[in-house]
């Protein structure tokens, strides 16, 4: 229990020595992605206690103290205090709002998107709305965000719709506009009009540039939570670190960090399955 | 002919600005195509066959004349005139067998009827083996072999096949050219298909529509009444190489001159 991040790495690599005299390369060979993965986030957790040690900082804690307040936060037992065996709490409160925006920002978007996309007329009035809301950074609208929802998880939720939802719009638009117009011309030929031609050529064709849209919102959506938490809601990790940040408990804001990394990296790669699974028509994205 | 045509173009002209110039893509073009024909049109680029082509599918709209199937104008694409475009224009995110059920799907056909249909034009142009490859993993024959199916499928009933074997190589060209023959005879299809192969067009066609360029027009209409299957190295095949290159490039000569 030194080192919780180092624990749950180091046994794999360990446990593939006893093995290694029997059948060492294939599983060294499957094993090598992982192994170099591993690399640097170690060097990195070596360097950082080196540092630590070094510069005798008192400021900054080490990655073990860390460890053992991550520790805490997930099972409790060491301070026993106001965080302890709280982190899944804040965790499905932030993940419920980080999902539930980019749930609702995906709804929006795709539809708008290929409407946008494929109208003129819808192009002609929507657009240039939009490009002007665009480079206004999702930050700006916290102040009236709080003003219209109020403090508290309407906000943050808001927050994160708007992050997710430019960077989904824009990019099924931009698959939209570039399909290969033989394909609209094939289908027409074929007997596909109306509606029918969305469902059946528009929506498959752009899903490549949709699921790009799909991954930077999803990143948006992670980054803009912890903002949108900042506003005074009780619960979520962007609510940890700022209350730790007013406790001066840096172990803890660290934590905060760790887990919305880890979190926002488990789901993105869960949106790349799912890409890689829908496109695996594609060349470029199917594995 | 006393039989219907099953596609009259009358006085048929297209014209478009480029930088502030009009351009005569067609003018005054009149061909009639019987059923059951195969017509190739030929002619070197910019003599508007394709155009005159897109104008039968229904992607583009004539500035003058008509372009009629069975006596009525055609307005818009529809399943009863399919297209095979050079760049096989599949849709890559369906398979093989399904790219083939596109259109029999879209006119919400009977579930087994559909399929059963699929299954045999999968096997009449031989991919069972394929059929549940995406296009990105076929050869540019085989790609082929699924736009003509996915036609033929949708029950069309005249073939419009733009430049279809022009990015193949040399003995997939002939092997196709040989099959689509074979699926025209068996089916009793009209085929349209544009080539600026001489060779291909006597190979395969009843009849040999030249065009000349600037503006675009029918040259001369030359019916051909060799014996199939055709032996493009026979004297009288290559006599009538002869005469239709001497019409194709009257009109080069002329121009230069």
Known sequence: MKDSAASVAIPAPLETRPAAATNAVPLLIRAKPLLLALVVPLLFLVLWQLGVTWTKSRLIPPPTEVAVMMWDFAVGGIWDDAFSRTLHVHLIMSLSRVYGGFLLATMVAIPLGLLIGRVMLARQMLDPMLQMLRPIPVTAWLPLSMIIFGLGGTSAFSLVFLGAFFPILLNTVFGVRNVDPKLFEAAAMLGCQGTNVFRRVVLPAALPSIFTGLRLGHGFAWMVIVVGEMTGVPEGLGAVIMDARTLSRTDLVICGMIVIGIAGFLSDKLITLLSSRMLSWSPQHSR | ?257
Not at chain 2, 131 to 157: F, T
């Open chain 2, 1 to 257: 002919m006393t039989a219907p045509h099953i596609i009259e173009i009358e006085h048929l002209s297209k014209e478009f600005e480029l930088n502030g110039t009009t351009i005569h893509a067609l003018r005054d073009v009149n061909l009639s195509i019987a059923k059951g024909e195969f017509v190739c049109l030929i002619g070197a680029s910019g003599c508007g066959k394709s155009t005159l082509l897109r104008i039968m599918a229904g992607f583009e709209t004539a500035s003058g004349g008509a372009a009629k199937m069975w006596s009525k104008p055609i307005t818009e694409p529809g399943p009863d005139r399919g297209m095979v475009f050079q760049d096989y224009a599949l849709f890559p995110w369906l398979t093989v067998r399904d790219n083939i059920a596109f259109g029999p799907t879209e006119r919400s056909r009977p579930k087994n009827e559909v399929r059963d249909k699929v299954e045999s034009f999968i096997d009449l142009v031989g991919l069972r083996k394929f059929a549940e490859a995406y296009p990105h993993q076929l050869s540019g024959g085989m790609k082929q072999r699924v736009a003509i199916a996915r036609v033929l499928a949708n029950d069309a009933e005249v073939v419009l096949m733009d430049e279809p074997f022009g990015a193949l190589d040399a003995m997939t060209r002939e092997r196709l050219q040989e099959e689509l023959l074979e699926i025209w005879q068996r089916t009793g299809l009209t085929v349209v298909f544009v080539t600026h192969s001489i060779e291909e067009a006597i190979y395969l066609s009843d009849r040999v529509v030249v065009m000349t360029p600037a503006p675009g027009k029918i040259e001369s209409d030359n019916p051909i009444t060799l014996v199939r299957p055709r032996d493009v190295s026979a004297p009288d095949f290559n006599e009538i190489r002869r005469l239709l290159g001497g019409k194709l490039h009257s009109h080069h000569g002329r121009k230069a001159a």
